[in-house]
């Protein structure tokens, strides 16, 4: 293991005791302080932000999606900041006694949550996760090691120097929050590999990092991020909110997760829905490629080819289908989906009741944007990930998928016969 990461998972392997006993007033103190310090340095955030930005521009092969993950304004260091005082407006989940009963030989048992300890996120080029994902591990209890990419470390640098000088302004370890300045794959092999040191790591990246994450680590892993969603248009939706909702949800930010990267659209309502939203989509820049029906709306729309389904684009590219039931709109999903973000727009209860029912994904929307899943827009204040698998948390990872259960027995003198 690399002395920086050997020294970095120590340093946080020690903070963790001291923060799973830590005040919720120090804690909220501590995410106020840091609120406050990255909208006082925002220009200086700003200047490290650019020199990713300069580099990312000598490079070759990155898409306008990247570049706007990388990018920080100030209105994003704001939302950062406003991310970070709904954490600490949050109820504090350590302690929380979720359920007690009391056994027939008088012992009363009862469930309460506990920090998990050591988390690791290995993420890519989004500088805001590296204050979302610190400002929640501390709220829940828990140390965190960060490591980010090559592309955002001058941008990861000068937060994760704000949120230290934060943590040892409120007589914290600075070791509760650490950052991975070693950029090489190595590194994030190491953490890995660092089971004696962490008790979780998370991936939150494209399908092939979370993949190598998957594949290599020893320290339990919670998959999150890989997004190819749709947005099924049902027989029965109103025209206008169905062009608004399918628009928002490919180009309000195409380079995320929670954008739709497949529309469906039920045949009866095509002749009319296809016209509509086609033009405003191709006026917005973005690439249709389309089924064979599809086809027949614009001569600017190209032909899908089958890998088309199952991509996550990340750009402004949109895959569009004409399905003849609710049934096959469901099934494409379910076959395609990975699990993440799927809508139906929809006048018809029963069939957004069908929806609700057979789709299986972490959030599944009625007459709404896939834009939404988001721990900031769900109250959470920010999210550490969106999970798209099943065990121990799923959708987006707020506080208490920081924290884990501890049973806690009160007894008279019990003795087993």
Same mark, same amino acid.
């Given at each position: ?12 392997? %020690? ?20 609120? %406050? ?65 009391? %056994? ?314």
């Amino acid at each position: 293991m690399k002395p920086e990461v050997l020294e970095k998972c120590s340093q946080a392997h %020690r903070a963790k005791s001291i923060l799973a006993n830590c005040s919720a007033t120090v804690k909220n103190e501590v995410l106020e302080h840091i609120a %406050r310090a990255i909208e006082k340095e925002k220009d200086s955030i700003i200047s490290e932000n650019s020199k990713d930005i300069d580099l990312l521009k000598s490079k070759e092969g990155y898409s306008r999606a990247f570049h706007d993950r990388l990018l920080l304004t100030e209105e994003r260091i704001e939302s950062m900041a406003e991310g970070l005082r709904q954490i600490a407006a949050l109820d504090d989940p350590v302690g929380e006694v979720t359920k007690m009963w009391r %056994r027939p030989n008088g012992l009363q048992i009862g469930l309460t949550r506990v920090p998990i300890g050591v988390v690791g996120i290995i993420y890519e080029a989004r500088p805001n996760v590296t204050i979302d994902a610190a400002g929640l591990a501390v709220k829940a209890g828990n140390a965190v090691i960060l490591r980010g990419s090559s592309e955002a470390i001058n941008s990861n640098r000068a937060l994760v120097r704000i949120i230290q000088k934060s943590l040892t302004a409120k007589k914290l370890p600075a070791g509760t929050v650490a950052l991975i300045e070693d950029t090489e794959r190595s590194a994030a092999m190491d953490l890995m590999k660092a089971d004696q040191y962490l008790d979780l790591l998370i991936p939150r990246g494209g399908a092939s990092l979370i993949k190598t994450v998957v594949s290599n680590s020893t320290v339990p892993v919670i998959q999150t991020g890989e997004g190819n969603c749709h947005t099924y248009v049902d027989d029965s939706a109103e025209l206008e909110s169905a062009v608004k909702i399918t628009v928002n949800a490919k180009v309000q930010r195409p380079g995320v997760c929670n954008a739709t990267e497949t529309l469906l659209v039920h045949e009866e309502i095509a002749p009319t829905f296809l016209p509509r939203v086609i033009p405003v989509l191709l006026e917005k820049g973005v690439e249709i490629r389309g089924c064979e029906e599809t086809l027949a709306y614009n001569s600017e729309i190209k032909r899908a080819a089958d890998e088309d389904w199952s991509t996550e684009y990340l750009d402004l590219i949109l895959a569009v289908k004409v399905v003849s039931t609710l049934d096959e709109a469901i099934e494409h999903i379910n076959y395609y989906g990975t699990g993440h973000s799927e809508a139906i727009i929809t006048d018809s209860y029963e069939h957004s009741r069908l929806f609700l029912n057979k789709i299986d994904a972490a959030a599944v929307y009625v007459n709404s944007s896939t834009r939404f899943t988001d721990g900031f827009e769900f109250g959470l204040g920010a999210e550490m990930g969106i999970s798209t698998q099943k065990l121990h948390v799923r959708g987006p990872m707020g506080l208490d998928a920081l924290t884990s259960l501890k049973y806690i027995i009160y007894g008279t003198g019990q003795v087993k016969d």
